[in-house]
DNA sequence: CCCCTCCGTTTCGATTTCCGAAGCGGTCAC
DNA sequence: GTGACCGCTTCGGAAATCGAAACGGAGGGG
């Protein structure tokens, strides 16, 4: 449950995904999570590094923990959805003029991934 | 990535995690996701609406579309890494006298789950 | 009928979180 | 020295969230 409330805040998913890759440094990393202000990104970081999912290496940039890396992995089927859910959604609402939605959801795009992985390729 | 900005609000993973078990009307829902307010548990339900993660009952209950159906197994290995996560994190940080966590992210407790499921059992 | 309970939903003021830009001290290349 | 990057902090304003009250409606009991 306290998992929900950890990954259920602003961002938090997102620097555990964009970590995915390796290891990066704040600035690159804030880059990388569309520029998120860095000081939520220091609350997000501090908040991960407390949960143990992340750690700092000597160099100051921040990669996942053993225990982090299974989290991004739980996370795939999640990524895996999204996709579907973007072929789903999207070719239906695409051109949506009357826009009731209530919130600023954006609907999902064929949006590039890339996800460039590195599993157990190092 | 339009999908961890969805599940990135507070409380969307959480109301879809609570929905797993079948149907539940508003203010069920509601007294279930930790008595969230109503104003932001309305804003939820309409963004999952419109992601057609869920919908409506006749009688006006919420229920899982099979999107979010899928949305909700894809969240099992979450939900499993939580436990993992758990038990390696509580045990060491069960009785931390010097707290400066800098943020209220409860730590993972053996906290009751109860998951009743329901995966093609009706 | 009235009263009471539960429901879904909306409104509104107060609190919390988030943003965004600026600034700090530090390292390294020029 | 100057300029560019770095990790990180501070702060005022904007946005999200909270929390409690209220609305009309459905149902049950007296």
């Known amino acids: ?34 520029d998120m202000s860095s000081s939520v990104m220091r609350q997000r970081l501090t908040e991960l590094l407390d949960a143990q999912v992340i750690h700092q290496l000597p160099d100051s940039r921040y990669e996942l923990t053993p225990l982090g890396q299974e989290a991004r992995h739980a996370l795939n089927p999640l990524a ?12 239906q609402g695409a051109d949506r003029t009357d826009d009731r939605s209530a919130s600023r959801v954006s609907h999902p795009d064929t949006v590039g991934d890339g996800t460039p992985e590195r599993d157990s390729a190092d």
């Open 1 to 34: 449950m306290a998992a929900l409330d950890l990954f259920g805040r602003r961002w938090s998913l997102r620097i555990l995904w964009e970590l995915r890759a390796g290891p990066l440094g704040f600035r690159p990393l804030q880059k990388r999570c569309d």
């Open 80 to 91: 895996h959805w999204a996709e579907r859910w973007a072929a789903t959604i999207d070719p």
